[in-house]
């Protein structure tokens, strides 16, 4: 089975930046696409960026040029680096692996607990 472990959420000022880490139980790592997606409450799961075993990378409209999904094979890590945070980035992270690539949180098998991110204005 595989196990995912966020980190690196907080609380930060608007225009501050982050950087979340998602730790990869097992050697298998390499074989997953990794997507980070978020949830605020009342509102659905929404993709934030994923990348493919091959490096492929895709972001949310809302997050692209500020944010950068990247990988660390021999670590098992994963990682999501936020820039010019915003109010509206506010919610829980979470990372997700997956066999196939998607935008969806139905293409993803696997689930980490999530780590808040509070951004103030």
């Known amino acids: 089975q595989v196990q995912l472990v966020e980190s690196g959420g907080g609380l930060v000022q608007a225009g501050g930046s982050l950087r979340l880490s998602c730790a990869v139980s097992?050697?298998?790592?390499?074989?997953?696409?990794m997507g980070w997606f978020r949830q605020a409450p009342g509102k659905q799961r929404e993709l934030v960026a994923f990348?493919?075993?091959?490096?492929?990378?895709n972001y949310a409209g809302s997050v692209k040029g500020r944010s950068t999904i990247s990988r660390d094979n021999a670590k098992n890590t994963m990682y999501l680096q936020m820039n010019s945070l915003k109010p509206e980035d506010t919610a829980v992270y979470y990372c997700a692996a997956g066999l196939v690539p998607g935008r969806s949180p139905t293409a993803y098998n696997y689930w980490g607990q999530g780590t808040q991110v509070t951004v103030s204005s």
């Open positions: 990348m493919t075993t091959g490096g492929n990378t």
């Open positions: 097992g050697r298998t790592f390499s074989t997953y696409t």
